[in-house]
């Protein structure tokens, strides 16, 4: 298997977990406040949003990099 296959590939996986995982979010950091019996625990939120058109680009790439790379060795 070659690069530009091995590449094509993985640019393939790469869009389809983007389509998938679009908008993942995770906490950074907890605060606690406590205040004699009062206890409150805080997350800060974040989110990585990726783009949908960013992941329909890669598969196109990777699909198109598979064909012209399957067509040129076959010629």
């Known amino acids: 298997m ?3 296959k091995i590449a094509a590939i993985l640019l393939i996986v790469v ?3 983007s389509l998938v995982y679009s908008n993942l979010s995770y906490s950074t950091e907890i ?5 004699g019996l009062i206890e409150q625990l805080e997350q800060e939120g974040q ?18 990099l598979l064909l012209l790379g399957y067509k040129k060795v076959q010629t």
Do not use: D, R
């Open 31 to 35: 605060y606690e406040v406590k205040m």
């Open 2 to 4: 070659n690069l530009i």
């Open 15 to 17: 869009g389809a977990l």
């Open 47 to 64: 989110e990585c949003n990726i783009s949908f058109w960013a992941g329909i680009i890669a598969l196109e790439i990777g699909s198109a």
